[in-house]
């Protein structure tokens, strides 16, 4: 049965070790002139949009569009760098899944991330994993992760809707945006978030990491068929 699985980025298939915020806060100091370093706001489960809106705030201000504009142009290119530098590790298990569900015709994967999307594809390539995703929705075309899951299944599904969406993340944000678009929630504790955390947010299943390859698909495959039931049983009741 056709299944679209979503992924986070940051957290849950990889660790860019730092260059993501680095380039943030550089980007933030050409641009805006703040030189506000950081060390207090959570990256983890953000989007782009949110954070230099929120940052911007609390130095005083609103950002202009010209700015905002300004800020994810550069934001792509200090990353690239960053990234030349030192790649991102990806974690335990990622590069096998991916294969494998990518194998599998009636799976499309795709992405649900808080990047803006040069700087998300930026870092899949740079760890040559770009090519597993078909689609996906960014971080600057919606502060609330919730509307970005949204926007996706809606470019996913422009030609028919999937019998079960999964989303794949590693903070309560990706639980919530699970949630809010009906897909299994599955959680991974490689980011900043306790396995007992994730569950209490609501996730339906959390790994310590993906490496179990053949374990998270069948608990995909499990998920997939028991919501296609409570699906037909809900249609059938209604
Ligand atoms: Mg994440």
């Known amino acids: 049965m056709n299944t679209l699985v979503l992924f986070d980025i940051d957290g849950t298939l990889l660790n860019t070790s730092g260059a993501g915020r680095r380039s943030f806060v550089e ?49 792509p290119v200090l990353l690239r760098d960053e990234l030349r530098m030192e790649p991102p590790h990806v974690y335990p298990g990622v590069r096998e899944l991916l294969r494998a569900l990518s194998a599998r015709p009636e799976i499309t994967l795709g992405l649900v991330t808080g990047n803006i999307e040069s700087c998300a594809w930026a870092k ?87 490496s179990d390859t053949d374990a998270v698909i069948a608990h995909l495959q499990e998920a997939s068929a028991s919501g296609a039931a409570s699906t037909s049983r809900a249609s059938s009741n209604g």
């Open 124 to 210: 899949l390539e740079a760890c040559g994993i770009h090519e597993h995703f078909e689609l996906g929705a960014f971080g600057h075309e919606h502060a609330d992760r919730r509307e970005i899951a949204r926007l996706a299944c809606a470019r996913a599904e422009r030609n028919g809707p999937f019998a079960h969406r999964v989303l794949i993340g590693d903070t309560p944000s990706d639980v919530a945006a699970a949630r809010a678009i009906g897909a299994t929630a599955v959680a991974v504790a490689t980011g900043d978030y306790e396995a007992a955390a994730l569950a209490a947010a609501g996730a339906h299943r959390v790994w310590i990491d993906l």
């Open 27 to 75: 980007a933030l100091r050409r641009v805006f002139h703040f030189r506000d370093g950081l060390d207090d706001v959570r990256f983890a489960g953000a989007t782009d949009l949110d954070l230099v809106e929120k940052i911007a705030r609390r130095n005083g201000r609103e950002p202009t569009a010209d700015e905002v504009r300004a800020f994810f142009d550069l934001l």
